[in-house]
């Protein structure tokens, strides 16, 4: 076996009124969401990003341009899935992804376990094959300021010999 590894990240600003979609779940209660072309779960285009980058497959915007209004308000986790077909199609398996989301509020850590979950089960590997962790930005910057989200990815491949 060969593995292969892959680096992912996004950001998305926030928006009073949107929705706040993160690895596939919506999160509740927050006066602001993410803006963007599809639904703007930066989770889950930071992951994509990484499978692409690990399988040598370019990257988010080649396979789902923001130019293209097939992909208007689409939902990421669907766009993930279409990305596990084509790294699946390229001859490798996933076989790991470690996420860090960089966020000042709102607290994350109790949609922990269901975002794991849809990953997961969208990349088709078990949940303890999917890590995700959430740090602040310790009120630096734009994302420290609560202007939005940041997320980086890695994602590891394996390809048969």
Known sequence: MSARTGMG????RFEPGERF???GVEIPDVPFG???HSDADALAHAVIDALLGAAGLGDIGFHFPDSDERWRD????????????LVEESGFSVTYVDATVICEAP???PFRDEMRAALALTIGVPVGSVSVKFKTNEGMGWVGRGEGIAV?????LE???
């Open 21 to 23: 979609i993160l690895g």
């Open 9 to 12: 990240y996004d950001s998305h």
């Open 159 to 161: 390809r048969g010999s």
């Open 74 to 85: 689409a939902n990421s986790i669907e766009l993930l899935a279409q990305t596990c077909t």
């Open 107 to 109: 607290k994350l850590g």
């Open 34 to 36: 993410t803006v963007g």
């Open 152 to 156: 980086m990815a890695v994602a590891t």
